[in-house]
């Protein structure tokens, strides 16, 4: 058996309170103080991945080096630790049974009927444990999707309650996260919704060790007695998780209220040092003390559900903070924009970034934004298919090819500037079937691209069935916008730039996923300090 500890993190009382962002602050204490650490998050759908799912449902899907679509989860575990997660990161429900069914199917059972416990709670163990015996992290924190008391969830729960017995008494905690709310007519703070959301974690076998609680107003020592008393545990052992400005803050507040120590302690860990924030804080103090505003429109489809862009909206914000800068974003809908609205909805910003997305719905917006971009000098960044409207726009409005388009749109266009790729064109099932994940891009000397990175190969993430169609190069490199990026290995076109224009720059991956807090993404980095520039003229 190895040593690595388990922490598990649940919720009560109503989801979204920020179970991910609680575990990645613990996990970005411990790593402070030298510790291997990563995060883990079972989401307890049937979906396989959370790939196949609209934006809408469960915003962004998060996108690994190694080709995993994922939790958005996945996107803070990486900003706040500056280390890749893997396809082991994010197990769903979905994938539990696919592998539960799969070995039925071969035969390993050896003729035992197949049941929720134990073999379904024995896959859920099995892809917990891994993470400790084939990675070697020192603490692996395991975030459990849903809320306690929830159908779907109940099987990780039980899970959890077997590793506890399993494990060495100081191998393995829970983190309950709860809400106590504040009732403004009265005046009070309610401790009645954790006590029974603790008490339906107890009915399931299992004491949370630590119960943090969310809340909008100072908790006074009464009000964590009683949390104490009736969740039988020690008053340092509730913690208070304040609303604030910026989940950049969490570390620190959590830090002060003693989370990493109380659980170090439980662990049976060493603590001898003072973890290293350093650099976090320095982070921390320049994005909230910026007090010039850069413009930054981001026009999408889903914009709704801010979510549906969560890695972007926190790339920007690296790359605004690093540049002293405020970040404002103006959430901009593509269906809304028309040559009537477009002057309208995008004068005045100082930067423009067109975002990913799939199928018909919102294009003709998005290419108008692309078109007034370009002709008005400002900043552009096309991230995805951003960069395939950029692609598509000056195919119509520049080359003089009226109908071009990608054939995602419209399959029999004369211009299919943006096209299938080859190894798509037999693809019959639509999960994890796209390009995705990692791969190298080669960077061309002298262009806006070379600039951001200074660097001649670089990695970056993808996640798309459509790429830019070569046989069109010659024409767009003779009319003014060239491939400053393309894989060395297939010749795929990775980014396309305007030279002549302050700073347009189209990518075909998405490097919004690998942006952390400690290592800001150089396009967007340049981006911003382009826009930034725009505004100052
Ligand atoms: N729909 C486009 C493709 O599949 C772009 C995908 C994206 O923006 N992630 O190629």
Not at 3 to 22: A, H
Request: with cysteine; aromatic share 8%.
């Amino acid at each position: 058996m190895s040593d690595t500890k388990y922490v598990f993190v649940t919720g009560g009382v109503t989801s979204s309170l920020g179970k991910g962002i609680i575990s990645a602050s613990l996990a970005k204490l411990l790593q402070a103080r030298g510790y291997k650490v990563t995060i883990q998050k079972l989401d307890p759908y049937l979906n396989v991945d959370p790939g196949t799912l609209n934006p809408y449902e469960h915003g962004e899907c998060y996108v690994t080096v190694d080709g995993a679509e994922t939790d958005l989860d996945l996107g803070h575990y990486e900003r706040f630790l500056n280390v890749h997660t893997s396809q082991a990161n994010n197990v769903t429900t979905g994938r539990i049974y696919q592998n539960v069914i799969n070995k039925e199917r071969r035969g390993d059972y050896l003729g035992k009927t197949v049941q929720i416990i134990p073999h379904i709670t024995d896959e859920i163990k099995r892809n917990i444990k891994i993470l400790g015996t084939k990675h070697n992290f020192d603490v692996v924190i395991t975030e459990i999707g849903g809320t306690v008391g929830d159908i779907e969830s109940l099987p990780y729960i039980e899970a959890v309650r077997q590793m506890k017995w399993e494990l060495e008494p100081n191998q393995a905690i829970v983190i309950h996260l709860t809400l106590v709310p504040y009732l403004k007519a009265s005046g009070e703070l309610k401790t009645k919704p954790t006590q029974h959301s603790v008490k339906a974690l107890l009915e399931t076998g299992v004491q949370p060790d630590v119960i943090v609680l969310r809340t909008e107003k100072e908790l006074n020592q009464d009000i964590r007695k009683k949390v104490a008393l009736f969740c039988n545990v020690d008053i340092k052992s509730v913690i208070q998780s304040i609303d604030v400005s910026t989940i950049y803050e969490v570390p620190v507040k959590m830090q002060e209220e003693g989370l990493d120590e109380t659980v170090m302690k439980k662990l049976n860990l060493p603590i001898d040092n003072k973890p290293e924030l350093k650099e976090w804080k320095t982070f921390l103090d320049k994005l909230k003390n910026a007090k010039e505003v850069v413009n930054i429109g981001l026009v999408g489809k889903y914009v709704e559900l801010a979510d549906a862009y969560k890695s972007i909206i926190e790339a920007l914000t690296h790359a605004a903070t690093y540049n002293d800068r405020k970040l404002k974003l103006h959430l901009i809908h593509s269906e809304q924009i028309n040559h009537k609205t477009v002057d309208e909805k995008l004068s005045g910003l100082d930067g423009i970034l067109v975002a990913p997305g799939f199928g018909h719905r919102g294009i003709e917006g998005k290419l108008t934004a692309v078109k007034y971009a370009r002709e008005n000098k400002i900043p552009f960044l096309g991230i995805c298919l951003g960069m395939q409207c950029a692609v598509i726009e000056f195919a119509r409005n520049v080359l003089g090819y009226q109908e071009a388009n990608s054939t995602e749109m419209e399959l029999h266009t004369p211009y299919p500037v943006i096209d299938l790729m080859e190894d798509q064109k037999n693809v019959t099932d639509m999960g994890g079937t796209m390009r995705l994940g990692a791969y190298e891009c080669k960077i061309k000397k002298g262009t806006k691209a070379y600039e951001a990175y200074n660097k001649d190969l670089v990695e970056e993430r993808h996640r798309h069935r459509y790429e830019f169609n070569n046989e069109y190069l010659p024409a767009y490199e003779k009319a003014g916008m060239i491939a400053s990026g393309h894989n060395p290995e297939t010749g795929l076109v990775e980014i396309m730039e305007i030279p002549e224009h302050p700073w347009f720059v189209g990518v075909q991956f998405h490097p919004e996923y690998s942006s952390t807090v400690l290592n800001p993404h150089p396009v967007f980095l340049s981006f911003v300090k382009a826009a930034i520039k725009n505004k100052k003229e």
